[in-house]
């Protein structure tokens, strides 16, 4: 099956600092990726569909000046954290449609975990 | 609107059977099924689109009634290896986007 690969699958950092984490199709491509956020015992919620060459679209009360999506190639979309805080914090994953439309299977990233101190 | 699913959460024996219900308010194409360990990345147990279908392999099963947008999860003999987090993951017809059901957390005893 398709592969989706994240990076890094954990960082730390300090409050008020940016973190990027970048998200891969191994042997696919992706014009379309998902971004998700998952808070401990909690479901995964859809942030933002990542669009190749063009703008992300957001999940209403997901913020766009601070979560940065970029999806300049059809394998790699980035999401950069700005000024991070301890609210922050949480379980990040992509995906990736294998077909290019999201009613076909989903592939996951292994995920990242952030921890803003 | 998130797709709710019922129970949040339920504890079995090994050998018991359990069903975990997905309901969404949106008109659904498709409905995947996922389980999910603590601190991994879901893991794909299988898809299901429009048309009623329904699929299994080994002992997990699904259905999906597309005019109830409607999908359950049919877990028999269940085995400790089931423990986990399950998801159904949704894509609603005409729109662009794929979002989770709310869960449902499984746990098997020996």
């Known amino acids: 099956g398709a592969v989706v690969s994240q990076h890094p699958s954990w960082v730390i950092c300090k409050s008020g600092t940016s973190v990027k984490i970048e998200c891969r199709s191994l042997d696919f491509q992706a014009t379309t990726m998902f971004w998700y956020r998952q808070f401990p015992k909690q479901s995964l919620m859809l942030m933002a569909t990542?669009?190749?060459?063009?703008?992300?679209?957001?999940e209403q009360g997901v913020e766009k000046d601070k979560f940065l999506i970029n999806h300049a190639s059809l394998t790699l979309s980035t999401l950069t954290v700005t000024s991070a805080h301890p609210e922050d914090s949480s379980f990040y994953i992509c995906?990736?449609?294998?077909?290019?439309?999201?009613?076909?299977?989903?592939?996951f990233g292994p995920g990242t975990r952030l921890t803003v101190l | 609107q998130q797709p709710v699913q019922s129970p949040q959460a339920v504890i079995l024996r090994e050998g018991e059977d359990a069903v975990i219900n997905c309901s969404s308010s949106?008109?659904?194409?498709?409905v995947h099924w996922y389980r999910q360990k603590h601190g991994e990345a879901p893991v794909f147990l299988m898809i299901l689109l429009k048309g009623g279908e329904q699929k299994g392999h080994e002992k997990i099963s699904a259905s999906f009634n597309e005019k109830k947008q409607q999908s359950s999860l049919y877990l028999t003999a269940s085995q400790l290896s089931y423990s986990g987090t399950y998801f159904c993951g949704t894509a609603t017809s005409g729109t662009y986007k794929y979002i989770f059901g709310t869960g449902t957390r499984l746990k098997v005893l020996a």
């Open positions: 949106k008109a659904l194409y498709s």
């Open positions: 995906s990736a449609p294998g077909s290019g439309n999201p009613y076909n299977e989903q592939f």
């Open positions: 990542s669009n190749e060459g063009s703008k992300a679209t957001y």
